[in-house]
């Protein structure tokens, strides 16, 4: 018996978008105008690439396992590969082992995570038609393939500001034993279709009459024992601040109802702004359907939208009435379990389009979250027009090769050479700024722009050193009025994404001036768009150690200010920044390290509340829930710092979802899966930890009460297309969703371990069963273009027949048994699948999309 996951084709599409990340990359845009291929040479477009896994490799040295890959070159062209005179770029996203290799070649690291190979003395040359194996050691496991190398690219040394991409470049599958050897080093092993289908046994299928109504789920809902007849468009009655809001009623009635007219004396949709008995929350709402119409109360306009938000859950699914609607009678109040409830959507590593910004917020509105953090700068990437700093974006916007430094941005994750590459380069202007702020300000979802600082800060850096030597060389005195560097810092660090040239210098006054200048023109932004504007997010995380320890103007500074340390110099960075912020009215976001101070205890590294900032009312993002910091956020919160939960392990829409290693996402965190989503309990997540925790600390009343609430988080490390945010993000986002906004379910508060244990079930069969019948069968007849990732099925032999089912009980399951995928013409599985061979399986949603295809053979 052979059980394994395999991609249907059509998803395995999908997965080529994301730049070599995946299965294989796009074909690259052209060289910019002028740069063509040397005479006489290869060209980048007749080169053929295949990147394998060779074997993962332990030793005594090394148990965690290192990987041998290799890089297999065939020069399709008429010309050779010279012995001489040109280098192989790509990027590593996490690394690789540099120095010389196997063949007279070398491999080195130019920046960050962009290498490169080049021919060494002795080095014969690649002829017309002939096949270069190039072998390499990864330091660490490869499990996901995100950490191939990709956006390859060639530069001959006679022309070396002309990339050449390499266009046919595709990673071969991970599948042989020796390929997905973990060894003893504790990686997860491979998920099979039989562990899915062990996994998902934990859900019953519910018929739709018996699931809850509503998503997510709502506070109090009071079912009436009659129906609400809908022959046409209720008439819609609302004063003129709900004209957002009326404008919504009448779009949700448009795929269900013709839209002739309403009826003279017919049912009413009444909405007003009142107040909610009960609910103190500005987002609560009641909703009341009876025999004379629909009427929806908010204590704001916001919670007026949440209502609206809610009676699309009741309406039927686009399609299935002919001749009206009904709606059930019934009495819903409802209100938010936390006021914050998040989305990070990360734009820095890859760009992401206004339009593809407009289709998540509103998603989010249609979920009822309500905070858009919108990750804006990063290292490799600053996405935001600043009035008086064009370099900014004119550099620090635009990834592309340049043999010159300070031309623009050097390729990362996969952009390759030509700085139009629509994900490498791309920024929002203050137009787009500002119809993004209105977009979202009309669907009651509050922006919360991060800058990073002065960590993940390449972009900035790069870009004003770039307008410092501009100016300079023009003689204007004020060159160095917003420089971030210290030319003169010799300090040795390295981040996490290998770059020691990435972080702002605090020892200089112009990074404060920089950094007001841009907090001035965000808050006009905001102020023109009319967008609330209570934070920003000013970064704080992953500052590398060794950073301006060796800087000559760190060090004036902290002698000037007698600060003893470089985490005193933290200190007084981050207080003139809140200083900053306080001017416009605004508090201070970050990252959880912008509320820590580093320590030690027993001679390890600790994160401990910062005292200094407790009172400042500091809101900490924290994510840092591995190991040795699983209790980081209660004891900030415990400490009277306010924060948010985004936990790695829960919470980071990037992990992939398993361990398989063509499933896209990273791992450095977790692995992610739906369940584990819904399985958090936020104020008590400890409860749930496998193996239990000991000795850390829970949250305490006074905790609680600075726990703002949650966010989902996307890094686009491994995102070139907005499909990949899509597969990503959902339907993990819903998990999301339903512990942000409902209470605690039954089982996160049952003690005994058995009750607790049949509670979930019930709980997870709904939340599933709503998913699979209702939720996301919507968003498909809606057709809202929203690509949702469709798990692949569990499969298990038992007695000759092969048993199927799948994570979302009551999708439809189609099989093939003759060798070809399963289509949306294919059979339906019904029951046990008694075909012999080799049996294929795929979920199919509303519109015929076949999701990820699982197999076993059935002899």
Wanted: hydrophobic share 40%; no cysteine; glycine share 10%.
């Amino acid at each position: 018996m052979r059980m394994q996951i395999q991609y249907r084709s059509a998803v395995l599409a999908l997965m080529l978008m994301s730049g070599g990340v995946a299965w294989s990359q796009a074909a690259a845009p052209s060289a910019p105008a002028g740069q063509g291929a040397l005479v006489g040479v290869a060209a980048g477009a007749r080169i053929k690439l295949r990147w394998e896994l060779v074997r993962n490799v332990f030793s005594d040295s090394a148990p965690g396992g290192s990987t041998q890959a290799r890089l297999i070159l065939e020069n399709l062209d008429t010309q050779p590969l010279p012995a001489q005179g040109w280098s192989l770029y790509a990027n590593w996203m996490d690394g690789v082992s540099t120095g010389p290799l196997p063949g007279n070649l070398v491999l080195e690291q130019v920046a960050g995570n962009l290498f490169r190979i080049r021919p060494t003395a002795g080095f014969a040359g690649v002829a017309a038609g002939q096949t270069l194996n190039i072998d390499y050691v990864h330091p660490d496991l490869v499990i996901k393939l995100a950490k191939a190398p990709a956006g390859p690219y060639l530069v001959y040394d006679a022309a070396p500001d002309v990339g050449q991409a390499i266009a046919d470049y595709q990673l071969l599958p991970v599948t042989r034993p020796e390929q997905l050897d973990k060894g003893n080093s504790g990686a997860k092993p491979v998920v099979t279709a039989q562990d899915t289908y062990r996994r998902n046994t934990s859900a019953d299928l519910l018929p739709a009459a018996a699931l809850p109504p509503v998503f997510p789920t709502p506070l109090s809902l009071q079912a009436g024992s009659g129906k609400l007849h809908l022959a046409a468009p209720p008439a819609i009655v609302a004063p003129k601040v709900l004209g957002n809001e009326a404008a919504l009623a009448r779009q949700l009635f448009a795929a269900s109802l013709p839209d002739a007219g309403a009826q003279a004396g017919g049912p009413q949709l009444r909405l007003n702004i009142g107040t909610v008995p009960g609910q103190s929350s500005p987002e609560a709402y009641t909703l009341a359907i009876d025999g004379q119409g629909v009427a929806i109360v908010g204590n704001s306009a916001a919670g007026v939208g949440y209502g609206l938000q809610s009676l699309r859950d009741l309406l039927p699914l686009p399609g299935a009435s002919k001749n009206g609607i009904d709606l059930p009678q019934l009495q819903i109040t409802d209100a938010p379990r936390f006021g914050y409830r998040g989305f990070q959507l990360d734009v820095g590593r890859n760009f992401h389009t206004k339009q593809t910004v407009f289709k998540w917020l509103d998603l989010m509105a249609r979920y009822k979250l309500n905070k858009f953090h919108f990750h804006l700068t990063e290292d490799e990437g600053w996405r935001l027009e600043i009035a008086g700093l064009p370099e900014l974006t004119s550099i620090g916007a635009v990834r592309g090769h340049s043999a010159k430094p300070g031309v623009r941005l050097q390729p990362a994750y996969g952009s390759g050479p030509d700085p139009k590459d629509a994900s490498g380069s791309g920024y929002y202007t203050r137009a787009d700024y500002i119809d993004i702020l209105r977009y979202a300000t009309a669907r009651h979802i509050e922006v919360i722009p991060e800058v990073e600082m002065p960590g993940h800060a390449r972009a900035a850096v790069q870009a004003m050193e770039a307008r410092y030597h501009r100016l300079k060389a023009a003689g204007n005195r004020d060159a160095a009025k917003y420089l971030l560097n210290d030319f003169d810092d010799k300090s040795e660090y390295k981040s996490p994404q290998l770059y020691n040239d990435h972080v702002i210098n605090p020892g200089l006054e112009s990074s404060y001036t920089f950094i007001d200048h841009v907090i001035t023109q965000i808050v006009a932004m905001h102020r023109e768009a009319g967008a609330p504007l209570h934070t920003i997010h000013v970064g704080g995380d992953e500052l590398p150690r060794g950073a301006w320890e060796k800087s000559p103007a760190s060090r004036a500074l902290m002698r000037k200010q007698n600060l003893e340390t470089t985490a005193d110099l933290w200190d007084y960075f981050y207080d003139r920044v809140d200083g900053m912020l306080k001017k416009h009215g605004l508090y201070a976001s970050g990252w959880e390290e912008m509320a820590a101070r580093v320590t030690s205890l027993r001679g390890e590294s600790k994160l401990i509340p910062n005292p200094l900032f407790t009172q400042r009312r500091f809101s900490a993002y924290v994510w840092n829930n591995t190991e040795g910091a699983e209790d980081l956020a209660y004891r900030l919160a415990n400490a009277g710092y306010d924060i948010v939960l985004a936990p790695v392990t829960k919470m980071y829409m990037d992990m992939s979802y398993n361990p398989n290693p063509e499933e896209p996402g990273v791992n450095w965190g977790d692995y992610v899966e739906l369940d584990t989503v819904y399985d958090f309990i936020p104020l008590d997540y400890m409860k749930t930890a496998n193996p239990p925790l000991i000795g850390k600390d829970s949250l305490t009343d006074y905790g609680k009460r600075h726990v703002r609430g949650l966010e989902a988080t996307l890094f686009t490390e491994t995102i070139r297309d907005p499909l990949r945010i899509d597969y990503l993000v959902m339907p993990r986002l819903l998990a999301v969703a339903e512990r942000a906004w409902a209470p605690d379910p039954a089982w996160a508060k049952e003690a005994d371990a058995a009750k607790a244990a049949a509670l979930h079930r019930t709980a997870w069969s709904g939340f599933v069963n709503v998913l699979g019948q209702r939720v996301l069968p919507r968003l498909d007849l809606e057709q809202t273009g929203v690509a949702y990732r469709i798990a692949p099925p569990g499969l298990m032999l038992e007695n000759g027949r092969v048993l199927a089912n799948h994570v979302l009980p009551g999708i439809t399951l189609r099989y093939t048994s003759d060798g070809s995928l399963p289509s949306a013409g294919s059979k339906v599985v019904t029951g046990a699948i008694a075909d012999k061979g080799v049996i294929q399986v795929a979920a199919f949603d509303r519109n015929g999309r076949a999701g990820l295809v699982a197999r076993i053979e059935n002899p």
